[in-house]
């Protein structure tokens, strides 16, 4: 399946490329002089690999920010592939057709993105893949004239991990920042991690120059982890919500507070368990 077309790439700052997906997701491909970073692979409609490689001149080591559908759907395409002790288990189920139709095809359809050339909805789905390595706060990826250090930052998800680039200062922070609502309503979502994870990142505040997310505008507001730990402070505080949505079914509190947005599970819900096969 050819990738052209597909993905949008740009190059955000020297050697770290950002691969976007219409209307949805990024992948972000970071070059070293030994071997480069692919950081999470997408929902898979189409081949990244395709797209990540004459970027990387050399070998791939994926890195997924977390276990996420839309963030792992190319890692099968890989030998290599580092990921949170925490979800090592959550990235081997593969993703069956029908439930990538719901959330994926279906809502994409009555958008109207176009789907890229020779991919078939009624053969996607999303294979398992197993992790080579397991990652912890703390540890360095070497990739060769730069170093990727591991930041875990739970609160999206329980092993949500961010990598901070030693040559440019950049903080690649997948679903835990990015410009738009914050997802902090599922299962393994947790406010107060969310606030533990936001208050080490600003501890760091004076070694990141800037931030690239998991959707959206792939840059990331420089004041968010400020103005995101205030809004998370007053919901825990019992700062009333705006007002209730349903997501997968279920309702989900929503929080805005000027331009932070912010979903989390109302008191005694579990929050939204994503289906896996
Ligand atoms: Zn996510």
Redesign the pocket.
């Known amino acids: 399946m050819g990738s052209s077309g597909w993905f949008r790439v740009q190059e955000m700052v020297p050697g770290i490329f950002v691969i976007q997906e219409p209307g949805h997701v990024q992948s972000y491909l970071v070059q070293g002089k030994e071997r480069s970073a692919l950081i999470d692979t997408g929902m898979g409609f189409c081949d990244i690999r395709e797209a990540a490689e004459p970027l990387a001149g050399n070998s791939i080591l994926v890195l997924n920010t977390?276990w996420?559908f839309?963030?792992i759907g190319g890692n099968a395409l890989f030998t290599q592939i580092a990921v949170s002790i925490l979800e090592a288990k959550l990235i081997e189920k593969p993703i069956p057709n029908d439930l990538l139709r719901r959330i994926y095809v279906e809502p994409f359809m009555e958008q109207g993105v176009p789907f890229p050339q020779g991919f078939d909805p009624r053969t996607y789905k999303i294979r398992g893949s197993r992790a080579t390595r397991l990652l912890d706060h703390g540890e360095e990826i070497d990739l060769g004239g730069r170093i990727l250090r591991v930041l875990a930052t739970p609160g999206?998800?329980w092993g949500s991990l961010s990598f901070l680039d030693s040559r440019t200062g950049a903080l690649l922070c997948?679903?835990f920042l990015y410009p738009g609502t914050l997802?902090a309503h599922f299962e393994d979502s947790d406010p107060q991690a969310y606030i533990r994870s936001l208050k080490r990142i600003l501890e760091v505040e004076g070694e990141v120059r800037l931030m690239l997310g998991?959707h959206n505008e792939p840059l990331v507001p420089k004041d968010l982890p400020k103005k995101a730990l205030e809004g998370f402070q007053r919901i825990l505080e019992g700062a009333r919500p705006t007002y209730t949505v349903y997501d997968w079914g279920e309702p989900v509190l929503r929080y805005e507070f000027g331009e932070v947005h912010i979903l989390t599970k109302p008191p005694g819900s579990r929050g939204v368990k994503l289906p896996l096969a």
């Open positions: 977390h996420h839309d963030h999206h998800t997948g679903d997802y998991g």
